[in-house]
């Protein structure tokens, strides 16, 4: 599932479109109608973590590439796509992904301090929501949404090996320091995969994420599916400290 700065990518790609209008749209979801957006003027393209919006005047439109989904700018895959947008200049296409309409501002239906790309991204409101969770797992608030939108599995492992805490520690036994260390670092890692990203070099920089051998103390990382989301952790019980 692409995390938070793969779809700020997609938004900085889709700019070219901004304040063009649709001359055809198609899909491959009777459910949506299309010729809503025929003659549409985009009016701007936003993101919120792993959520990509296209706006329009009087509505916008949701996109999530959830496991497999996918896109492409200015060319088109052989098979139809779940929404496609054509422009005078090109075309804008997503496959195998939810497409929602949605009616009404964005900022009454998403909390941008969540979003840890969001020039109103809050730490502070993070280490609050964190504190109210003393029983959750460090692995499984990571990926919480509702406080760290757009951070996924390679985030939460970085991260958390970075910081030097064990997945399976309890966020209510985390001292509030390394609380707020591990918050603040969510953010600064998130910008740094943007970077990396774009040079085409994030797999170089893995510390933790599919790693075998843990850099610092050169001792196998232990590879488990752990806390309620099940999902992949990789971490060395040498260096990182479980606070239980």
Known sequence: MPEGPIIVILK?????????????????NHKLDTSLFE??????????GKNFFICFKHFNVRIHLMMFGSYTINEHKARK???????????????????????????ELYDWHADVMNQKWSSAKAVEKLQDKPKALACDVL?????????GNIIKNEVLFRTKIHPKSLIGSIPTRKLKEMVDEVATYSFEFL?????????????AYGQKICPRNKVPFHKADLGKTHRGCYYCDLCQVLYA
């Open 12 to 28: 900085e790609a889709a700019e070219q479109f901004n304040g063009k209008k649709i001359i055809a749209a198609v899909n491959d």
């Open 39 to 48: 003659g549409q003027t985009v009016t701007g393209f936003k993101s919120h």
């Open 81 to 107: 796509p779940r929404l496609g947008l054509q422009f005078a200049n090109g075309e804008l296409n997503f496959y195998t992904c939810v497409v929602e309409m949605i009616e009404g501002p964005l900022d």
């Open 143 to 151: 990926l919480d949404q509702h406080i760290f939108a757009g951070a």
């Open 195 to 207: 970077k990396w990203k774009k040079e085409f070099t994030l797999k170089k920089h893995w510390k």
